[in-house]
C-alpha cells in the first residue's frame, strides 16, 4: 500500500528552502510543495517553476500566506537568521508542523515562546540540527548509548572553519555581523550535538572568545577596496575573493587532499572543466557541476563568468577582506560546559582552519571514540580500554554539505506528521543548544561562569 504523500509551504525560498530542503520534501510518492512565501521575486519564480506550485499559491509575505486557511500539512521556515520566531509562531497558530532553520531564536525568551506553542498545539518543531543524522555523530551516538565506552566522562569537540569558509560567510556575507553570533548561528549544531551525547542538560558553562583580525587596521599595506582591483596581495592573500568565487580554487584544493582516489579525479576534473561548465548557454548543463551551488550561489544566481565578474565588481562579495567594515564575529571562541551527570565538555570553535571540519572525542571508564568529518568523508574509531583493539568505520561519501543528514532529517519530520506521532527531536530539546549559547556569550562579555537552571 502506497503512503500518504506529505504536502509542505516553503517560507523563505533561498538555499536551504529551496535548494536543500524542499527537494527533499518535494519527491513522487513522499511529499508535494503546495505553496510559497518568498519577497523576491525572482526567486519566488524559480521555485514555483521547480516545484510546480501554481501562482496563487506564491505570495511575498509570510503573512499573506499565513492569513490563508491552512494549506498543507509542514511550513518549512527558512527565512533570515533574525526573522525566525513570527513566522513558526503564526504557522503553528494556523495548525502546521514545522521544519525550523537554525537558530530557532536571538533570545531566551523567543525559544521559549516556540516550545510553549509547539506544545499547546501539539505540532511538531523540527529545528535543523542536522548533524545528530550525519554517518559520523548518529554512529557516535549509538555507540555511547550501547554502553561500549562505559560512564563517559569528558567529550571534545571543534568546529575547525577554514579561513575561506570564515572570510565568505563572516566578514563579507549576511551573518558578518554579531548581532546573529557566529557561535549561535553556526554552532547551535556542535552545542547541540554536546547535549545530545551527554544525555543531560547542562548546568555551569564559561566562555572566552577572541576578536576578528580582519579589520582595516590590520590589512596589507596598498590593498584596494575590490579584490579585482589589481591587488598587490593577490598571489600571497588566502582571502582573494577572485581565486575563491572565479576560480573557486580553496574549494577544489580542499576536495584534492581527499583520501579516496575518486574525489581528487573529480577535484581535477572539475577544475579542467569549469571555464567550459561554466559558460555554457543552457542553465541546466550548469546545473550539472556540484561546484555551481554554494558558495557561489550566494555571490550570483547566475554562474556564468561575466555575472561572477560583474558581482565582484558591484557587491559586498568583491570587497578586500580586511576592509569590509562592519565585520565583527570572533576569530575564535572557546566553550566548557558541566552537565547534569557530571560530564565535562569542551568545544572551539575558530576561523583560520586549512580547511573546514568537526573533530570529536569521548572519553569513557571503558573505553574512547574519536571521529572525524571533513569535507565529503568521514570516519570513527572506537577503542576498547581492557582489550586495547581499535575498530574503524569509514562511512560513505556524502554531498550535502552535513554529513549527509539532511535527507534523514527531512524524513523523520514528514514520518512523524504521516504517522500522527512525535518527532525524535523535539523543540523543547533543540531549545538546549540555545540555552548554552546565550550562556556562553554573556560568559564571555562579563568574565564569569554562567549558572543554567532547569527549563
Known sequence: MSQREVTAVIVGAGERGA??????????????????????DGRRRAAAARFAVSSDACVPTWDELFARPRMADVAVVATGDTQHVEPTLLALARGYHVLLEKPMALDDDGC??????AEAAQRNVVVCHVYRHSHLFAALHRVVASGALGRVLSIQLAENVAYWHYAHSYVRGLTRRSR???LLQKSCHDLDLLAWIAGAPARTVTSLLRPTELTAANAPPGAPERCSDGCPHAATCPYDAVALYARLE???????????????????????LRPVVQQAPLASIRRLAEWRRWPLTAVSDDASVAAVENALRTTRWGRCAWQVGDNDQPAAQTVDVAFANGVLA???MHSSADRSMRRVRVDGTHGSAVGELAGLEQWL????HKTGTT???????????????EGPLVDELLRAVRDGTPAATSARDAWES???????????????????DAA
Open 19 to 40: 535548494n536543500a530542503y524542499g527537494p527533499r520534501i518535494h519527491r513522487p510518492g513522499v511529499g508535494r510543495i503546495v505553496g510559497l512565501a518568498e519577497p523576491d
Open 112 to 117: 521559549r515562546r516556540i516550545v510553549e506553542a
Open 180 to 182: 546573529v553570533p557566529m
Open 250 to 272: 580553496p574549494v577544489l584544493n580542499d576536495l584534492a587532499r581527499h583520501d579516496r582516489l575518486a574525489l581528487r579525479a573529480l577535484a581535477a576534473t572539475v577544475r579542467r
Open 346 to 348: 569542551s568545544f572551539t
Open 381 to 384: 574509531e572506537v577503542s576498547d
Open 391 to 405: 575498530r574503524r568505520t569509514d562511512f560513505p561519501v556524502t554531498t550535502d554539505g552535513h554529513g549527509g543528514g
Open 434 to 452: 540555545h540555552r548554552i549559547a546565550f550562556a556562553a556569550m554573556r560568559s564571555a562579555a562579563d568574565g564569569i561562569a554562567v549558572r543554567l
